[in-house]
Every structure is written in structure tokens, then in C-alpha cells.
């Protein structure tokens, strides 16, 4: 079974500043997804970034990016420039490739907590 | 945009009681899931459902758990006889055909005395 492991419980950030959140995992297929979701105090979750595991190139999205590293089964979010709306709570999650008719579950770490300081 | 919408947000139950969690997912999507969350604790699959039958299924889910799709718009969760360790956040998410993003609603708060 896979596992997804988020070794930082809390961060924090000087507004403006980067930040980056770390996640490892574990798992026998080579190829897969991995995700990092973003759920604010509101509760609802939504995707920040994604990275197919067959792909070298570390995935952007505006100032989210990830430094995957495939071999070390690492997968980090970097936040650039970080905002007051950034302040949530990150999972990050694995999901694997392999699809039977929708059962692409999610995996997910224990999140972080990301505070921005003003 | 179109969104993932749940009801109620927040139900208080005594144990032993059941309860239905309902789900509306964006309606071009056909694979559903609900996840629940431990306070403090990580987010955990529960099932998976697709073409009207449950594709997939953890250990949680178990007998007290069903889920069914009533009409073309609603997703429902149902706990037979519930316990006070079912007390968490229940969410639903869903997914288009093609894609690989699933779309979370906001959760359930479930309260179980």
C-alpha cells in the first residue's frame, strides 16, 4: 500500500517571502500522480498543483511550483511571494495511475499548516 | 464555476442512530468518492462509486456504510447505526471522465453523542 508522509505539522512565513512544504511517499508502481491540495479555514479542499510521475519536468503553476525527485520519492511544494490567502492548511497526495472505472483514490499525508506573517 | 455542494453542513446525532449525507456533484462528472477527516487527523478514502456500483472500498467502510446515487443529481453517504468514533468531516468529491483532478464539496461536520 502506498503511504504519503508530511513531516512538518506547522510552518510559517514572512509575507512576500518563499516557503517550502516537504512530502515523501512510498510505493511499488512507477508510474503515478501526486497532488497538492490546499484547504483553507472555509474547509473546502482544492487543488494547487499537479505532477505526473512520468514526466521530468517539475510542474508550475504561477508561484506554486514542486521539486519532484523520483528516486528519492520526494515531492515538495514551493510557495514564491507568499500571500495572506495562502495561509491553509497543504496535503500532499498520491493517487495511482493503474484505473478501474473510478476507483483512482487519493492518499493523503497529515498536512501542514502553513501560517503567513504579515 | 460549477462547484461540489453537501448538506447539512454541521449534523449532531445521538449513537446509534442513522444518518444520511448528501452530496450534489458538478454534473458533468461521473466518479464519485467520499473521503472523511478525523479531527487532527489525515484525510482517509472511504469508497468510490462509478456507473451506479461501488468500484472501490476501504476498511472503514464497512457494513454500517452504504452509498447510493437516488436520482441524476444527488450522492448519498448513509451510516446505518452510527458510533462516536464516526464523529469527523465527510467529504465528497467528484470527477469528470477524462480528468484527473477530483473536485471537493465543502464537508459534513458530523457530531455523533
Known amino acids: 500500500a502506498q503511504t504519503v508522509t508530511q513531516s512538518q505539522p506547522e510552518m510559517s512565513v514572512q509575507e512576500a517571502e518563499t516557503v517550502t512544504l516537504s512530502c515523501t511517499y512510498d510505493?511499488?508502481?512507477?508510474?503515478?500522480?501526486l497532488f497538492w491540495y490546499k484547504q483553507p479555514p472555509s474547509r473546502q479542499m482544492i487543488l494547487v498543483i499537479r505532477?505526473?510521475?512520468?514526466?521530468?519536468q517539475n510542474a508550475t503553476e504561477n508561484r506554486f511550483s514542486v521539486n519532484f525527485q523520483k528516486a528519492a520519492k520526494s515531492f515538495s511544494l514551493k510557495i514564491s511571494d507568499s500571500q495572506l490567502g495562502d495561509a491553509a492548511m497543504y496535503f500532499c497526495?498520491?493517487?495511482?495511475?493503474?484505473?478501474?472505472?473510478?476507483?483512482?483514490?487519493?492518499?493523503f499525508g497529515t498536512g501542514t499548516r502553513l501560517t503567513i506573517i504579515p | 464555476e460549477p462547484e461540489v455542494t453537501q448538506t447539512p453542513s454541521h449534523q449532531v446525532t445521538q449513537m446509534g442512530q442513522e444518518v444520511i449525507l448528501r452530496c450534489v456533484p458538478i454534473?458533468?462528472?461521473?466518479?464519485f468518492y467520499w473521503y472523511r477527516q478525523i479531527l487532527g487527523q489525515k484525510v482517509e478514502f472511504l469508497v468510490s462509486?462509478?456507473?451506479?456500483?461501488?468500484?472501490?472500498k476501504s476498511e472503514i467502510f464497512d457494513d454500517q456504510f452504504s452509498v447510493e446515487r437516488p436520482d441524476g443529481s444527488n450522492f448519498t453517504l448513509k451510516i446505518r447505526s452510527t458510533k462516536l468514533e464516526d464523529s469527523a468531516m465527510y467529504f465528497c468529491?467528484?470527477?469528470?471522465?477524462?480528468?484527473?483532478?477530483?473536485?471537493f464539496g465543502p464537508g459534513t461536520r458530523l457530531t455523533v453523542l
Open positions: 468529491a467528484s470527477k469528470r471522465l477524462a480528468g484527473h483532478e477530483q473536485f
Open positions: 510505493t511499488s508502481e512507477s508510474d503515478y500522480y
Open positions: 505532477q505526473e510521475a512520468y514526466k521530468q
Open positions: 497526495a498520491y493517487r495511482s495511475s493503474i484505473s478501474n472505472f473510478g476507483n483512482e483514490k487519493l492518499t
Open positions: 454534473s458533468n462528472h461521473l466518479y
Open positions: 462509486f462509478y456507473n451506479n456500483e461501488i468500484s472501490e
